[in-house]
């Protein structure tokens, strides 16, 4: 009997709601880095370093980058981190796998060797012990709010069954307010408490909620959800806050949260639908704020690092 060819795996279609605008990622990395706990990084690094010692200096570590977008983590994380490195980055989104190639040309690890990275186009609902079998560390930013309490089980039972570390950074916490700041406190029209904010919060993480490919997502319960499952497999957890504090005084902070603010009236009206006219008013008292750049906008997010 002649065995019939295997028809390749269709590419990914992603989720209109799983689409991520380069723009807005590029838009955000300055934020990121800032916010991301260093203390956690530094455990990644000595975890690694342990890792590279038992299993001789050459053999490199891998890391795999779930949800890579245009590679902001590896960016980020590659120059702080022992090497020698291999990343696998995982997306479905093609175009912005491009993105991360080039962004990742040239990395160096925390001692000056060359960085390598491969690319694979994938829906993480695929993600499996498989994916993970070799992996030394597993890595997300700003990805776990998507994510339902099935693919973090399974998430958490990979890392255990292969004995890699996980650093998942920049889950969103679901908290924002906008606090006074001592200058515009002191300026004719300080940036004022908004009865609305939490309406248009509660309505927006509720959106959060929505399916986006990977299940019920489970929004800002996720990383406290991760932390659960890792601990109950016997893993190590540490979490700590990361989150952005955007001066609006300053225009690329100013312009994050003003993307921010578009972002979550959207999210709100196709929640709220009846409630659209609270909600604009409540964008344009916002959008005021951030264009005359009165106060701080402040957005909570959790790094976890996890280890056997
Ligand atoms: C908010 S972005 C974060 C990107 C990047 N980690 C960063 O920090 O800039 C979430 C990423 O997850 C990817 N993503 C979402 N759902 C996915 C899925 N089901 N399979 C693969 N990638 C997915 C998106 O394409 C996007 O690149």
């Known amino acids: 009997m002649t065995a019939r060819p295997q028809t390749p795996a269709p590419p990914p279609q992603p989720k209109p709601d799983a689409c991520f605008d380069a723009d807005w990622l590029a838009l955000r990395r300055a934020a990121d880095s800032a916010a991301r706990s260093p203390a956690l990084e530094a455990r990644a690094a000595d ?33 702080r981190l022992p090497g020698p490195q291999h990343w696998t980055l995982i997306d479905h989104d093609a175009g912005l796998l491009d993105r991360a190639r080039v962004a990742c040309t040239g990395l160096r690890d925390a001692e000056g060797g060359a960085v390598r990275t491969e690319t694979r186009h994938l829906d993480l609902g695929a993600v499996d012990a498989r994916t993970l079998a070799d992996a030394d560390l597993v890595c997300a930013s700003a990805l776990l709010d998507l994510v339902d309490a099935t693919w973090l089980d399974r998430l958490a039972e990979a ?39 939490d309406f248009v919060r509660a309505a927006f993480n509720a959106h959060q909620r929505r399916d986006k490919g990977l299940g019920a997502a489970l929004g800002p319960d996720a990383a406290p959800a991760l932390a659960a499952q890792l601990r109950s497999r016997g893993l190590q957890v ?13 225009p690329a902070q100013a312009e994050l949260a003003r993307a921010l603010i578009d972002g979550w009236r959207d999210a709100a009206c196709a929640q709220q639908a009846q409630a659209r006219a609270r909600i604009a008013a409540w964008h344009g008292r916002r959008s005021a704020d951030c264009r005359h750049g009165r106060g701080t906008l402040e957005l909570g997010h959790i790094d976890l690092f996890a280890a056997p």
Do not use: K, Q
């Not at 038992?54 to 891998?62: H, I, Q, S, T, V």
């Not at 998942?168 to 300026?187: M, N, Q, Y």
């Open 159 to 197: 890392c255990s069954a292969s004995g890699s570390a996980l650093l998942i950074t920049l889950s969103v916490d679901g908290t924002w307010r906008f606090l006074p700041d001592s200058a515009s406190a002191e300026a004719s029209a300080p940036c004022a408490p908004d009865a609305d904010d």
């Open 238 to 250: 540490e979490l700590a806050p990361s989150p952005w504090r955007l001066a609006l005084a300053a």
């Open 47 to 79: 975890w690694l370093r342990r890792r590279r010692a038992a299993a001789g200096a050459d053999a490199p570590l891998r890391l795999v980058d779930l949800g890579s977008g245009s590679g902001a983590n590896p960016c980020h994380l590659a120059p």
